[in-house]
């Protein structure tokens, strides 16, 4: 039903294979078409994000620096990243706004946990989490 644009297949480089695989199966026939915003990140793309709410204007978005407690989006021992973050894309914009879009960000989640369960990769989503609270990021599990 859905197929990624090319943002998305960018943004998918340098992840592990496990989180390409489940990203390629779960958008296929996902409830609602989603876009992949971020995949692997450099120190410096992390400690970006670090700064925001801190050092730059915004609100706190990690409590990870990038270079003294990295990311699950940097890359690891064998060179891969292990996160992803996505958000819906509907009629022809991605929808950051959550509380907005809420309905179809969990929808999105829970297809993507359900096709996670049936190709037994372990993944996880920070929109479960109590803190941080993060709907839009999947991670690979230890």
């Known amino acids: 039903?859905?197929?990624?644009?090319?943002?998305?297949?960018?943004?998918?480089?340098?992840?592990?294979?496990?989180?390409?695989r489940l990203m390629n199966e779960s958008i296929k026939d996902s409830p609602y078409?989603?876009?992949?915003?971020?995949?692997?990140?450099?120190?410096?793309?992390?400690?970006?994000?670090?700064?925001?709410?801190?050092?730059?204007?915004?609100?706190?978005?990690?409590?990870?620096d990038g270079y003294n407690k990295k990311s699950n989006?940097?890359?690891k021992s064998?060179?891969?990243?292990?996160?992803v973050d996505l958000y819906p894309y509907i009629n022809g914009s991605v929808r950051v706004e959550y509380e907005r879009y809420k309905k179809e960000t969990n929808a999105i989640a829970e297809h993507?946990?359900?096709?996670?369960?049936?190709?037994?990769?372990?993944v996880e989503c920070g929109g479960y989490w109590k803190s941080p609270f993060d709907p839009p990021h999947f991670e690979l599990k230890k």
């Open 1 to 20: 039903m859905y197929k990624f644009g090319s943002r998305s297949l960018n943004n998918l480089k340098g992840v592990h294979p496990n989180m390409v």
């Open 112 to 122: 993507i946990l359900s096709t996670a369960k049936r190709l037994g990769i372990k």
């Open 33 to 64: 078409d989603f876009t992949i915003t971020e995949g692997l990140r450099t120190a410096k793309r992390q400690n970006e994000l670090y700064q925001q709410g801190r050092a730059k204007p915004g609100i706190k978005v990690t409590s990870l």
């Open 78 to 83: 064998d060179a891969y990243g292990y996160a």
């Open 73 to 75: 989006h940097q890359a």
